[in-house]
């Protein structure tokens, strides 16, 4: 079945290391997006790719670092710069918008990060 | 900025009882405006696209409907298993990116 597979589920980051989230799709989506949802708050947009080898900050990029070297994996690295870690965060993809801009987004089950 | 506000953040409502749950929105040339549906530790279900005042759009007991300032979600004889987060979500149409604007989401609890 296609859809898009988020690692791991529950990850906790201790005083100033690094983690990385996973993301992967196999649904031939050209875009893929991060998101961070906090209790009470709407999904944040943090990066979006919308083809292999290029990405853009979304609305709260800092602490957060991402690459797209193949079409199908967008990983996301919280840095030790992200002093507020504790979210859950999501991963989706669409179809590329091409200006059209209205293909719907897919979403895997999230990762809930915690600090140690 | 484009803004979106769900309301109530949380409705609770007997089994048959039927509902609507609310998405006002503030967008600088709406291209569409996304419902989902979100289950606890999950990720958000894509459940409709609305791109125009006046349409509608129907699954099982959900219908979604869309004005110009605000879309409506109406939940026809809900059933225990209708309990979720609805997620509203707008996109505008300055943006060449497919950004979407979301709510906060309300909270449905069907009791039996």
């Known amino acids: 079945d296609g859809g898009i597979t988020q690692s791991p589920k529950y990850l906790f980051r201790k005083e100033g290391q690094n983690v990385t989230l996973s993301c992967e799709q196999n649904?031939?989506?050209?875009?893929m997006y991060w998101y961070r949802q906090d209790p009470g708050q709407g999904l944040r947009l943090i990066y979006y790719?919308?083809?292999?080898?290029?990405?853009q900050k979304g609305d709260i990029a800092e602490g957060y670092s991402v690459s797209r070297e193949k079409k199908e994996s967008f990983p996301l690295t919280v840095t030790s710069a992200q002093k507020n870690p504790t979210a859950f965060y999501l991963c989706?993809?669409?179809?590329?918008?091409?200006?059209?801009?209205?293909?719907?987004?897919?979403f895997g089950d999230g990762t809930r990060l915690s600090i140690l | 900025e484009d803004q979106v506000t769900q309301s109530p953040e949380a409705l609770r409502l007997q089994e048959g009882e039927s509902s609507s749950l609310n998405c006002s929105y503030t967008?600088?040339?709406?291209?569409?405006l996304f419902w989902y549906r979100q289950d606890p530790g999950k990720g958000p279900e894509f459940l409709f696209t609305?791109?125009?005042a006046g349409e509608e759009k129907e699954k099982e007991r959900l219908k979604a409907t869309l004005t110009k300032k605000e879309s409506f979600l109406h939940i026809t004889a809900p059933k225990p298993e209708d309990s979720a987060t609805y997620l509203c979500?707008?996109?505008?149409?300055?943006?060449?990116?497919?950004?979407?604007?979301f709510g906060q989401g309300t909270i449905l609890t069907v009791h039996p």
């Open positions: 790719s919308q083809i292999v080898n290029d990405f």
């Open positions: 989706a993809s669409s179809l590329r918008t091409a200006g059209l801009g209205n293909q719907p987004q897919h």
């Open positions: 979500a707008v996109q505008n149409g300055g943006t060449s990116y497919g950004k979407l604007t």
């Open positions: 649904l031939n989506h050209d875009a």
């Open positions: 967008v600088s040339g709406l291209r569409g």
């Open positions: 609305l791109y125009s």
